[in-house]
């Protein structure tokens, strides 16, 4: 059985040591119940570390066979589940955007709430905050919160996009990755490792199932976040790792449903608004439907970095 090392949490002030206690490390067998006769070997032999720290931490160490997870990453995860859930139900679903249309996210008081604290969030990791703290005015993990409640919507989120980036790193033990390998061999140890994770949790079930879709939301969810990072870092991969957009692309293209259509509308929204908010803006202003318009944002920003990588190599 795996060893789960959670002796951070003892001392840890913020709300996210909830989940970090009860179900971030079981959420890597929850997820998929219906793989439960492959736990005892292909998923018996790791050690899962929690870290106190804020800075981003979702890594594996192939030798040590070690899975290290910060606290911070599950926390941006979190408030990041409960931002973009609210925004696209509350302010975008249902909705046409065959022409520019303007969202203000302030105008819903529970909106606005949710942004402040994903920009507080996001500027903890941009900003090497490495503080043990959370907003007091603002929504947070609760214990035991109720089956309707907004913060338990956004746990079950935050679940199924940890039990993603967990997967994924156990994909890199499961298919025998090393570390020291250049650039293009490391791109495609993560490609693979992308769609080993996403077919454990989604092989097995019917794509008409709405456990599908949850899960699928959740791995979307995974990279619309390392995405949104990346918009405001400058960085979004293309060295060691695929370009967080392309990867987004890749699993939704890849695995299909009836619910294709809805889940995609899902990762537009929440893509074009930190797209907008990092100052971007999109060069064609309508689109046929939400599919047509993820593609156009995501072929923009490979022209942006594409442009970017040829300037930085006549330098």
């Known amino acids: 059985m795996p060893r789960i090392d959670r002796s951070c949490v003892a001392t840890m002030k913020s709300p996210i040591r909830f989940l970090i206690n009860k179900h971030v490390g079981d959420s890597v067998f929850k997820i998929a119940l219906e793989h439960e006769k492959e736990f005892g070997t292909t998923l018996s032999n790791f050690n899962l570390i929690y870290l106190g720290q804020r800075p981003w931490e979702f890594c594996v160490n192939p030798q040590t066979r070690k899975i290290y997870v910060s606290r911070g990453a599950i926390e941006l995860i979190w408030c990041a589940s409960l931002a973009h859930l609210l925004f696209y139900e509350r302010l975008i679903q249902g909705k046409r955007f065959d022409k ?26 941009l900003n090497g905050d490495n ?149 971007r803006r999109l060069k064609k202003p309508k689109f046929d439907d939400f599919d047509q318009a993820l593609e156009a944002i995501c072929n923009q920003l490979a022209e942006e970095f594409e442009a970017n990588k040829n300037v930085a190599h006549h330098d």
């Open 100 to 125: 520019p249309t303007q969202i203000d996210p302030q105008s819903d008081p529970i909106v606005r709430d949710a942004m402040e604290l994903l920009r507080w969030s996001l500027n903890c990791q």
């Open 131 to 279: 503080n043990d703290d959370w907003p007091l005015h603002l929504p947070r993990p609760i214990e035991v919160a109720s089956k309707e409640s907004n913060e338990n919507f956004a746990d079950e989120l935050c679940l199924v996009s940890c039990a993603f980036f967990l997967h994924h790193e156990l994909a890199h033990l499961r298919l025998g990755h090393n570390e020291r390998v250049n650039d293009e061999v490391s791109i495609k140890q993560e490609q693979d490792a992308d769609i080993a994770a996403a077919k454990w949790i989604l092989d097995g079930i019917e794509t008409t199932d709405p456990k599908f879709v949850k899960r699928m939301l959740g791995i979307v969810q995974a990279f619309l976040i390392v995405t949104s990072i990346g918009l405001y870092s400058g960085h979004l991969g293309g060295d060691t790792h695929p370009y967080s957009y392309a990867r987004l692309k890749s699993v939704l293209n890849r695995f299909q449903s009836p619910h294709s259509h809805d889940i995609k509308a899902f990762a537009f929204a929440v893509l074009d608004l930190h797209f907008q908010n990092s100052g």
